[in-house]
């Protein structure tokens, strides 16, 4: 069990990383500086350098928990879908509603480059987004026609979060929760359609 020393780091620390989110949602991680970070912490720089390295690390660490919280949410959401239909309304669902009520998590990792047009272009790919590729990708697999066909899973993936990545990047700032979930639904299952005949075909 953590002392009380330990207790009062690990709080100091979720603070820093509480504000540096706010200040990256809000003026975007170019712009922020870790002196706006412990401002909004109202904490000094020599606390903020106790705990972390740099803004590069802060950045990394709630990029990945962001990624975690995501993907737990999802698999939630997905629940024991019997079809690829259900398997994919899940995960649209899943993401819309995880970001309608974390929208700077959404802010953060959308600015941070989590997805990537194609990532294999870069020769590596970041860790996070790796994750996050490969968290969907086994919540469709067992409804693909051949499981070991990892590439078509990857395209099924990145499928899948383009659209609603693309989708919010305009939504989540022009449109209201209600008229977001409204909007999208006639686009989702157009989108699904199209999924799951293409999927019959190849």
């Not at 294999?120 to 970041?126: C, K, S």
């Not at 790796?130 to 099924?156: I, Q, S, T």
Request: proline share 5%.
């Amino acid at each position: 069990m953590p002392n009380r020393t330990q207790r009062r780091a690990s709080k100091t620390r979720n603070r820093l990383l509480k504000a540096a989110l706010s200040v990256f949602a809000e003026v975007g991680t170019d712009a922020a500086t870790i002196e706006m970070i412990t401002q909004r912490a109202d904490l000094g720089k020599g606390t903020f350098y106790r705990h972390f390295a740099d803004k590069g690390e802060i950045i990394g660490v709630l990029i990945e928990q962001g990624v975690g919280d995501l993907l737990e949410v999802l698999s939630r959401t997905v629940g024991e879908p019997h079809s690829l239909p259900e398997a994919l309304d899940g995960l649209v669902n899943g993401h819309v509603e995880f970001f309608l009520s974390h929208r700077e998590e959404y802010l953060l990792l959308f600015q941070g480059r989590l997805l990537k047009p194609d990532p294999a272009a870069t020769g590596a790919v970041e860790r996070p987004y790796e994750d996050y590729l490969h968290g969907v990708e086994e919540l469709l697999g067992p409804f693909l026609p051949h499981p070991a066909e990892g590439m078509k899973a990857r395209r099924l993936a990145c499928a899948v979060a383009g659209f609603v990545w693309g989708f919010l990047s305009f939504a989540m700032v022009a449109l209201k929760p209600e008229t977001i979930r409204e909007s999208m639904k006639p686009l989702r299952d157009a989108f699904l359609g199209g999924v799951v005949k293409f999927m019959e075909l190849s």
